[in-house]
């Protein structure tokens, strides 16, 4: 229970703190035309940081000197908070004195009496005091009498001192003394004109958290509660500050009520209030940027939530609180200093879509309405002349879950997320179950014991395979702890039909082997019970199947003459004839028999004739990362940024180490070669996940070239049927297993 009220300060202070760093920012950034030299990231907040101390120290308005002192306290303990760097020669609560004094030197002009500005600097005071511990002093700013603030026009923010005389002796461990203290001030707000003032909430918040921390737990917490979020959430816009309070309150009503129906209702609108705040604020839970975290955070806090309700409604909540984690907006990776390798048509619509997006919200001088028509426009265009996936990653659609369960139609579908929530900085593993029909299952998982033969990195929690791993490493407890126990039970009750399984990992899982996980004490693996492919971004997921791969293959295979790989079982594959050296350009049809004939050009010359081939087959060393990932073809090395710019068969086989890797993580977005493929007309890509074997891999590759030539099946098909050979061959798993299918 004291867990559960720390929680709930804690992401009251996190979701306040923010709102209030992001004002100090965006004043800045109004006032001076701030640049935008990074997506609202530590830079951004060290810039804002040294403009505001400019002018607490140097303007001849004490006003304004004071805000600024305040506002520059505020960025520094909104970075402490969530472990951002940030450079300042001051401490946040010694900035918070200076703001106290210039209001106290000019005691004469009463602006604590006469405005609100001095009951907000007293207050964000004493609320960082409490953050560091200095309890007394920080009653000592706020425990004041409401006389006052009688005749001043700031009398209804005394709810946030009577918040900050709560949070403090809850903190002091008397929970009991502040919910009798806050007794005495029900007369207050039930009577006169502070009975209509919209700040009672956050009256009534404290007070139900005080008597929650106290061991209440009956109906007159949820009385306070349901009030607080009844006065909070009015239904107006209202600033950020404010959204991020009504946010603190639908959230821990939900989590004191714990049942079902009401708690997902509740949290439902949180979350809705949140994606509103973020979309505002124009920040990513996946960047890297010190707003995000709070997002991260926050979406923690809603699985957590979600994963301890049962039923088909919470579990719906807790996938679209992953979803909203995950969302990807590939404006923000340009912003970082990205260019697409010289398209300039893609260069030129994102540069022009950071510069509407770099200008203020300013609903007087431009009008959010308008700068939202102009992101449509340019919106469309990017679809138009790119391509819609692009368009859908640049500019993120709205959560639609009925239109996803359609997406996955007769498939199941297994989504993963890794969160922090507001109360511990150690990530959680959550996971989404869905079977064909919409039905679905949320859950919070632990990742079990590391499996024999590989290691997670403390630092980047990746999973990879070590030097002289076994061949067969034991993937025992790995499978046992990512697979839930009910598709397990599918998987193995009718095994003459395998399912159809679509996985969207994140974190680390994305470098597991799925197929070769085993699923039964006999050692039986996934690949034996299901057609597995992955899935970047399942908001993304499109409900086509990889199609059948029939009419005109282009082929590229950079030999040992090239320092490039063994293809003498692909060469043999396509008719080529014994050897390992390298294949130019070539074109063959897909039918049985059919003769390859030379290209004219390089590979990427080939693929400017849109249109004319539906199989790629590419076989080179690869490496690298995100948008820098590449194919390493001699003279023209082909990274994940140019790859976006051409256009792409529909399956694509890219005998590779590490381009197939989607490192869907937390801090970054999933842009890497498989992704620019499938915005660029990919349906269905296979590739290697890890460093993979050359010669199993060579073998696989071949297998999956005479599969596709003799019956035009689909290439995920194609991968399972030529796995499932290597391992009745008893093949090592770095030949096979890290090879996977991925799908839009």
């Not at 070539?586 to 249109?611: F, I, N």
Request: hydrophobic share 45%; proline share 5%; with cysteine.
């Amino acid at each position: 229970m004291l867990k559960t009220t720390q929680r709930a300060i804690h992401r009251d202070d996190l979701l306040t703190l923010a709102a209030a760093a992001d004002r100090a920012v965006g004043i800045v950034h109004q006032r001076e035309n701030l640049p935008r030299a990074t997506p609202a990231s530590a830079t951004l907040f060290d810039m804002a940081l040294e403009r505001q101390l400019g002018v607490a120290e140097r303007d001849h308005r004490w006003a304004l000197r004071a805000q600024a002192w305040d506002h520059a306290a505020v960025l520094v303990r909104f970075c402490a908070m969530i472990g951002a760097a940030i450079n300042s020669e001051y401490a946040p609560e010694e900035m918070h004195a200076k703001a106290l004094r210039e209001v106290a030197d000019h005691d004469e002009e009463a602006l604590d009496k006469g405005l609100t500005l001095g009951v907000f600097i007293r207050y964000h005071a004493a609320r960082d005091l409490r953050l560091i511990g200095r309890l007394d002093e920080a009653l000592a700013l706020v425990d004041r009498p409401v006389t006052e603030l009688y005749g001043t026009g700031a009398e209804p923010h005394v709810a946030h001192y009577l918040y900050e005389v709560g949070a403090a002796r809850i903190a002091r461990g008397e929970a009991l003394e502040a919910a009798r203290a806050l007794e005495g001030w029900d007369e207050y707000w039930r009577t006169g004109r502070a009975a209509g003032f919209s700040t009672r909430g956050r009256f009534e918040l404290v007070k139900a958290l005080a008597r929650w921390a106290a061991g209440a737990t009956d109906d007159t917490v949820e009385w306070h509660l349901r009030a607080a979020v009844g006065y909070l959430c009015t239904g107006e816009p209202g600033d950020e500050t404010e959204r991020m309070r009504e946010v603190s309150a639908l959230l821990t009503t939900a989590e004191f009520l714990a049942s079902a129906e009401d708690s997902v209702l509740l949290g439902r609108r949180a979350l809705r209030r949140a994606d509103e705040v973020r979309a505002r604020w124009r920040v990513l839970a996946r960047s890297r940027a010190p707003l995000a975290v709070v997002f991260q955070r926050l979406y923690g806090d809603l699985a957590l939530l979600a994963a301890g309700l049962d039923g088909q409604e919470a579990a719906e909540l807790g996938l679209r609180a992953a979803l909203s984690a995950k969302q990807t907006g590939f404006a923000a990776r340009i912003r970082d200093g990205h260019t697409l390798d010289g398209d300039a048509r893609i260069d030129a619509l994102i540069a022009r879509i950071v510069d509407v997006e770099a200008q203020p919200a300013d609903g007087i001088a431009r009008g959010e309405g308008s700068r939202a028509k102009s992101l449509e426009e340019l919106r469309f265009e990017l679809a138009e002349t790119v391509s819609p996936m692009l368009a859908d990653t640049v500019f993120p659609p709205p959560t639609d879950l009925s239109g996803l369960i359609r997406a996955i139609g007769p498939r199941h579908a297994l989504d993963f997320v890794e969160l922090p929530d507001t109360l511990n900085n150690r990530p959680s593993l959550f996971r989404t179950l869905i079977e064909p029909g919409g039905r679905m299952w949320f859950e919070r998982f632990e990742a079990g014991p590391e499996p024999a033969g590989w290691s997670r990195g403390a630092a980047a929690r990746e999973l990879r395979l070590e030097e002289g791993a076994p061949a067969r490493p034991d993937h025992s407890a790995l499978a046992a702890a990512v697979l839930p126990a009910r598709l397990t039970g599918e998987l193995l009750d009718d095994p003459a039909i395998p399912i159809r399984l679509l996985v969207c990992a994140h974190g680390w899982l994305s470098r597991v082997p799925w197929a070769a996980l085993p699923i039964d004490a006999e050692g039986t693996r996934l690949v034996q019970r299901a057609v597995i492919t992955q899935c970047p971004v399942l908001s993304g997921l499109s409900g086509e199947r990889a199609p059948r791969v029939r009419g005109r293959a282009l082929i590229r295979l950079v030999g040992r003459d090239e320092t490039g790989v063994d293809v003498e079982r692909e060469r043999e594959a396509w008719g080529f004839g014994p050897g390992t050296d390298g294949v130019p350009p070539h074109a063959c049809d897909l039918e049985p028999g059919a003769a390859p004939r030379p290209c004219a050009g390089r590979l990427g010359d080939a693929l400017a004739d849109r249109g004319a081939w539906q199989f790629l087959h590419v076989a080179a060393h690869g490496g690298g990362r995100g948008l820098d990932q590449f194919l390493d073809i001699p003279s023209e090395p082909l990274s994940a940024a140019r790859a976006l710019g051409l256009r792409w068969p529909a399956s694509v086989l890219m005998a590779s180490c590490h381009v197939g890797l989607v490192l869907n993580d937390t801090g970054a977005e999933p842009l890497n070669l498989v992704m620019a493929l499938l915005i660029g007309g990919a349906r269905c890509v296979v590739a290697g996940i890890d460093a993979i074997d050359d010669a199993g891999t060579g073998r696989l590759a071949a297998d999956l070239v005479r599969a596709v030539r003799d019956g035009g099946r689909p290439l995920d098909v194609a991968l399972r049927n030529a796995q499932l050979a290597a391992l009745e061959r008893g093949d090592p798993e770095a030949g096979w297993a890290l090879l996977s299918a991925h799908t839009r």
